[in-house]
């Protein structure tokens, strides 16, 4: 079987570069380099070995990933047809090389692959700067940061920094993380003598270093939630833990599941409000404080041992996945309706479902009335129990009307009860055909009402006038002109 041997070419320097590493390749006959663009390259040039090198390839690939795969395609092809190769690689073979990765991968029972080990450039940035990665420390390839993402609470390198182009993407990627004014270290050649250079600079600095080349790494130091640009719910949940700890908030403290529930509740309506308004800056403090809500209940639940925060996340995510099979699995789904049918279909499975009417009655009847209304319909439809068109559905509208017109006068409350419960089921039914929550829409009446009715009392009071002292007649009137003040803002804009 070929033999392929990788050895590491270490950071830099030549006494870096192992005695083991140099012997294989006096003794190869074939030595290919990923690249001649390593500062050892001249020594062992100096000591007579003859070297192919992948250059070329880095000028004709699209991108780095075709590059290496290019690479590692050309190392296997050479190594099956010359039976023994030495590829010699910057660093060492398995710390950030995308090329023996790729070769561990492909070329695992076509050739007897041997991994010699080298000093890596990592090990010369710990050393370059005194650091303990014991302290913990994370390694970043910086062409996969939408991937990788730094640890705000250990040390980072960010490897693969080759040219200015990338030091600016790699700061545009840190800068969603950490602020802009963070000092990070930019680090050249580390370990090399008379190329080593280093910078601590702001972040915002970093694609401004001339500097910067294939030698080139940076150094995030620990940062914590101080440095950071956005807190974490790691963050959230660690606050969230010191307030109910001992010595922490007397009042957060006290809290249960109980007497939560009203404040739920509450921030629930307030981010509606939030979006009815179109208040973005509103929508945000809304959505935290909703969320503080989950959070709270999670820490409590965590204290007495039954779940935390991380099983809430992990089932909703799983929840999202399982309920996706037309995203996730083969289930198509091209339309609203198909996405629908095809959530419930997979919750009927999860959940055992058999009938349809459980699923109408695991909707909570702590909902508001015109909202679980709603969703009653909608499900019900879903197996096809709907009117044909909307045509139908307001006629029914009328039906109950009707209806009730026929008992008001009765006195019999509970036939009129229903009969009005009845009337308002309808007009729901009209409200799910024409895609209008009717919970919203009625808030959206509330506040015309509340508003034209101010503009009565502001109008009478400016005539000296209080309300409970005007005839029906009289408001009715300046209820017309606020009606009409409306109607002619709706034309303006």
């Given at each position: ?12 320097g030549a006494g870096q570069l192992t ?363 879903l197996v096809g129990f709907d009117w ?106």
């Open positions: 079987m070929p033999k392929l041997t990788v050895i590491g070419l270490g950071p830099g005695l083991e590493a140099l012997e294989t390749m006096k003794q190869a006959k074939t030595v290919i380099l990923r690249t001649v663009k390593h500062p050892v390259v001249d020594y062992i040039k100096a000591q007579g070995i003859a070297v192919e090198s992948c250059d070329d390839i880095y000028d004709s690939a699209a991108s780095f990933d075709d590059t290496y795969r290019e690479i590692s395609r050309r190392v296997l092809e050479s190594c099956m047809a010359k039976g023994d190769v030495v590829f010699a690689v910057p660093g060492h073979p398995l710390v950030a090389e995308k090329s023996v990765e790729l070769l561990v991968q492909h070329g695992s029972g076509a050739v007897e692959l041997r991994i010699l080990p080298a000093m890596s450039f990592i090990d010369a940035i710990l050393s370059t700067l005194r650091l303990d990665p014991a302290y913990g420390l994370k390694i970043i390839d910086g062409l996969s940061l939408k991937e990788q993402k730094p640890d705000l609470h250990c040390g980072n390198i960010v490897t693969q920094v080759y040219d200015r182009l990338v030091a600016s993407e790699v700061k545009l990627a840190l800068m969603e993380l950490y602020q802009e004014d963070f000092r990070i270290c930019v680090i050249k050649a580390a370990g090399v003598p008379e190329m080593e250079q280093l910078a601590w600079i702001p972040l915002y600095e970093l694609d401004r270093i001339e500097w910067v080349d294939y030698l080139t790494s940076i150094y995030i130091p620990p940062a914590g939630s101080a440095a950071a640009r956005y807190k974490t719910m790691e963050d959230l949940t660690a606050l969230m833990a010191q307030l109910r700890a001992e010595g922490g908030c007397p009042w957060d403290r006290e809290q249960t599941r109980q007497s939560l529930k009203p404040y739920l509740l509450e921030e629930a309506y307030e981010v509606l409000d939030a979006i009815e308004k179109d208040d973005l800056t509103l929508l945000v403090e809304e959505l935290g404080d909703l969320l503080l809500q989950v959070v709270f209940h999670a820490q409590i639940a965590k204290e007495d041992g039954e779940f935390d925060i991380n099983e809430v996340i992990t089932q909703i995510y799983d929840k999202l996945i399982v309920r996706h099979p037309h995203v996730f699995g083969d289930v198509k789904a091209t339309s609203e309706s198909g996405a629908l049918k095809s959530w419930e279909a997979s919750k009927r499975e999860q959940k055992g479902i058999e009938g349809y009417t459980q699923t109408l009655t695991d909707i909570p009847q702590t909902l508001p009335s015109l909202i679980r209304s709603y969703k009653v319909q909608q499900k019900a439809a044909d068109n909307i045509e139908d559905a307001i006629a029914k509208v009328h039906e109950e009307m009707n209806e009730l017109l026929e008992v008001y006068k009765t006195g019999e409350k509970g036939i009129i009860e229903e009969e009005m419960g009845d009337l308002l089921f309808s007009a729901v039914n009209v409200a799910r055909f024409l895609k209008i929550q009717p919970e919203l829409a009625l808030r959206g009446t509330i506040e015309k009402f509340i508003n034209r009715f101010r503009y009565i009392e502001e109008t009478a009071l400016q005539f000296g006038k209080k309300l409970d002292k005007m005839s029906l007649q009289e408001m009715d009137k300046l209820w017309e002109q606020a009606k009409s003040q409306n109607h002619a803002k709706k034309d303006e804009n």
